[in-house]
């Protein structure tokens, strides 16, 4: 069983940066795409950004031109640059990977708090 494991979050001030990182346990055959979803208390998961096998991204409006997704040459790890952070991207960041035809594999979520 894969085992995406993320790491990079935190607590970090209004306008400041973070990068999370999420990395696959072992090489994952039939990768569609890798992303990264968020949900803060009390709403539903959303999707925050994707990047594709043929590294075409896509972002949510509310982090266009803040955040950057990118991954390594390996194929197994998914990078989201976040900066200019405000309160309301306070939320559980997870990583997930689409495959063709299988499952998606989730992460656990790794916990960014904006505060001052």
């Known amino acids: 069983q894969v085992q995406l494991v993320e790491s990079g979050g935190g607590l970090v001030q209004p306008g400041g940066s973070l990068r999370l990182s999420c990395a696959a346990s072992?090489?994952?055959?039939?990768?569609?795409?890798m992303g990264w979803y968020r949900q803060a208390p009390g709403k539903q998961r959303e999707l925050v950004a994707t990047?594709?096998?043929?590294?075409?991204?896509t972002y949510a409006n509310s982090v266009k031109g803040r955040f950057t997704i990118s991954r390594d040459n390996t194929g197994n790890t998914v990078y989201l640059t976040m900066n200019s952070l405000k309160p309301e991207d306070t939320a559980v960041y997870y990583c997930?990977?689409?495959?063709?035809?299988?499952?998606?594999?989730w992460g656990q979520g790794t916990q960014v708090t904006v505060s001052s």
């Open positions: 997930n990977v689409q495959r063709f035809h299988l499952a998606d594999y």
């Open positions: 072992r090489s994952i055959i039939g990768i569609a795409a």
């Open positions: 990047i594709t096998i043929g590294d075409t991204t």
